[in-house]
Protein backbone atom coordinates (compact mmCIF):
# COMPACT_ATOMS: atom_id res chain seq x y z
CA UNK A 1 0.00 0.00 0.00
CA UNK A 2 1.18 3.23 -0.63
CA UNK A 3 2.92 5.30 2.08
CA UNK A 4 0.63 8.58 1.49
CA UNK A 5 -2.77 6.54 1.33
CA UNK A 6 -3.55 7.72 4.82
CA UNK A 7 -1.74 10.69 4.89
CA UNK A 8 -2.65 14.15 5.22
CA UNK A 9 0.12 16.60 2.74
CA UNK A 10 0.86 19.92 1.92
CA UNK A 11 -1.30 19.26 -1.66
CA UNK A 12 -4.55 17.77 -0.05
CA UNK A 13 -5.15 18.86 3.23
CA UNK A 14 -7.44 21.85 2.57
CA UNK A 15 -9.74 18.63 0.97
CA UNK A 16 -8.83 15.16 3.50
CA UNK A 17 -9.38 14.59 6.73
CA UNK A 18 -8.96 11.13 8.37
CA UNK A 19 -11.63 9.17 9.92
CA UNK A 20 -12.52 6.39 12.41
CA UNK A 21 -15.80 5.92 13.61
CA UNK A 22 -17.77 9.13 14.42
CA UNK A 23 -13.74 11.08 15.01
CA UNK A 24 -12.30 12.64 12.22
CA UNK A 25 -8.61 14.70 12.49
CA UNK A 26 -7.17 17.12 10.10
CA UNK A 27 -5.43 20.32 9.53
CA UNK A 28 -7.16 23.59 9.02
CA UNK A 29 -6.25 27.43 8.25
CA UNK A 30 -6.13 30.04 10.82
CA UNK A 31 -6.03 33.42 9.35
CA UNK A 32 -4.83 36.32 12.25
CA UNK A 33 -5.88 39.86 10.62
CA UNK A 34 -3.55 41.99 13.17
CA UNK A 35 -0.98 39.80 12.68
CA UNK A 36 -1.70 38.97 9.01
CA UNK A 37 -0.19 35.81 8.74
CA UNK A 38 -1.53 32.28 8.86
CA UNK A 39 -1.13 29.36 11.20
CA UNK A 40 -2.56 26.31 11.36
CA UNK A 41 -4.54 23.86 13.43
CA UNK A 42 -4.03 20.31 14.23
CA UNK A 43 -7.68 18.71 15.26
CA UNK A 44 -9.53 15.88 16.17
CA UNK A 45 -13.08 15.64 16.61
CA UNK A 46 -15.93 14.16 17.95
CA UNK A 47 -18.43 14.32 14.92
CA UNK A 48 -22.06 13.24 16.16
CA UNK A 49 -21.57 15.55 19.12
CA UNK A 50 -19.51 18.27 17.69
CA UNK A 51 -17.33 18.33 20.22
CA UNK A 52 -13.39 19.61 20.11
CA UNK A 53 -11.24 16.14 21.69
CA UNK A 54 -7.87 17.46 20.66
CA UNK A 55 -6.45 20.58 18.80
CA UNK A 56 -3.34 22.37 18.96
CA UNK A 57 -1.83 25.52 16.51
CA UNK A 58 0.91 25.46 14.75
CA UNK A 59 3.46 28.23 13.14
CA UNK A 60 3.87 25.81 9.80
CA UNK A 61 2.07 23.64 7.99
CA UNK A 62 5.01 20.92 8.77
CA UNK A 63 4.59 20.26 11.76
CA UNK A 64 0.92 20.49 11.62
CA UNK A 65 0.43 17.97 9.43
CA UNK A 66 3.49 15.83 10.68
CA UNK A 67 1.30 15.70 14.16
CA UNK A 68 -1.82 14.79 12.76
CA UNK A 69 0.03 12.27 10.50
CA UNK A 70 1.70 10.59 13.75
CA UNK A 71 -1.32 10.97 16.06
CA UNK A 72 -3.85 9.30 13.43
CA UNK A 73 -2.46 8.17 10.68
CA UNK A 74 -3.54 4.62 10.57
CA UNK A 75 -6.77 5.99 10.49
CA UNK A 76 -9.11 6.38 6.77
CA UNK A 77 -8.58 8.79 3.97
CA UNK A 78 -11.54 11.09 3.23
CA UNK A 79 -11.69 13.80 0.88
CA UNK A 80 -14.01 15.86 -0.64
CA UNK A 81 -14.67 18.61 -2.73
CA UNK A 82 -13.25 22.24 -1.87
CA UNK A 83 -16.26 23.79 -2.91
CA UNK A 84 -18.32 21.62 0.09
CA UNK A 85 -15.90 23.19 2.41
CA UNK A 86 -17.31 24.71 5.93
CA UNK A 87 -20.86 24.74 7.17
CA UNK A 88 -23.27 24.98 4.86
CA UNK A 89 -26.02 26.29 7.58
CA UNK A 90 -24.20 28.91 8.59
CA UNK A 91 -25.34 31.89 9.62
CA UNK A 92 -22.33 33.92 8.44
CA UNK A 93 -22.84 33.12 4.86
Known amino acids: MD ?5 IT ?3 YTHSILVFRDRQAGVSEIYDPMLEKYTY ?3 CLE ?3 LK ?3 SKEFDYLEDALTRVNDEF ?3 EKEEFE ?3 KGCGSCVAK
Open 3 to 7: QLAHK
Open 10 to 12: GEN
Open 41 to 43: NAY
Open 47 to 49: KKL
Open 52 to 54: DLW
Open 73 to 75: GSW
Open 82 to 84: EEE
